[in-house]
Nanobody, 124 residues
Framework: QVQLVESGGGLVQAGDSLRLSCTASTRTFSNYAMGWFRQAPGKEREFVAAINWSGSRTDYTDSVKGRFTISRDNAKNTMYLQMDSLKSEDTAVYYC?????????????????WGQGTQVTVSS
């Protein structure tokens, strides 16, 4: 079992920045692809970004490209999501997820483990 704990959410104004963190309780963090997902009120959970096991390849949903940056520090068992130029439509609960995978392209689905979520609210 892998436990994931997100942090860094909060209330900000449109145009501001936030950095989310996700720390994993595993000694083999580098064996996992990692992803960020979000769920807005009344909507289904959606893919936001993913990063492969080494950090050499990333993937983003179109609505966050150029504004969000996913990264990881395998020495710290931690993944990050830097969110810049935030918009009101980015308001959601953000979840991190882990999938046992060492393929080059990080997946957009099929994740095995999930965090409890952190709220991000962007006021316009």
């Amino acid at each position: 079992q892998v436990q994931l704990v997100e942090s860094g959410g909060g209330l900000v104004q449109a145009g501001d920045s936030l950095r989310l963190s996700c720390t994993a309780s595993t000694r083999t963090f580098s064996n996992y692809a990692m992803g960020w997902f979000r769920q807005a009120p009344g909507k289904e959970r959606e893919f936001v970004a993913a990063i492969n096991w080494s950090g050499s390849r990333t993937d983003y949903t179109d609505s966050v490209k150029g504004r969000f940056t996913i990264s990881r520090d395998n020495a710290k068992n931690t993944m990050y999501l830097q969110m810049d130029s935030l918009k009101s439509e980015d308001t959601a609960v953000y979840y991190c997820a882990a999938k046992l995978s060492r393929i080059y392209v990080p997946p957009r689905d099929g994740y095995d483990y999930w965090g409890q979520g952190t709220q991000v609210t962007v006021s316009s």
